[in-house]
């Protein structure tokens, strides 16, 4: 079974992610592959350096994605250009590894976990969608904290995507984040058993 894991920015995915891996799934990360296809030397990093300039490389040659995501989040425009760029190769690999690992074990649970998913109008590509949850003040309060941020820059980053109330509105299952890691373990364990006996 092929499911999509998403919520929103400092929701706590990441955390969630993690414990379905301890369980025994299989999690296809969006924003690993999304580093890694801007790596130094990648075609897609050299068309990124092309369409925005050469500052938004780091002096090794990386992309610097603390000055490209101030640049985009603001501006809806140069944000669907990144994306017209970059999300065709992420799409592309998310699906490859999919594949692989269904292919390699059918009875597995293959997460694919992926912040945008919705965004970018992928959710009938899986069978069930996963929302990681919390409110949007909590999901604010902890975006400032843990990236050190203005609140008027975590909101600009809040408002890039889909309001987290919808996200959860649309999902097939939501695990709420907001209380104790061991409440959200709880709801993780309760999610795969419902999975599993599908």
Known sequence: MRIGLTGGIATGKSTVSRMLQARGVHVVDADV???DVMNPGQPLLGA??????AEFLLPEGGLDRRRM???IFNRPEERAALNAIVHPAIRAEIRRQVDEREAADPNAIVAADIPLLYESGLEELYERIVVVYVPRELQLTRLIRRDGLSPEQAQSRLNAQLDIEDKKRRADYVIDNSGTPEETERQVASLL???ESR
Do not use: N, P
């Open 33 to 35: 592959i999304a580093r």
């Open 48 to 53: 990124v350096a092309s369409r925005f300039g």
């Open 69 to 71: 995501a101030e640049h």
């Open 193 to 195: 058993e419902s999975l």
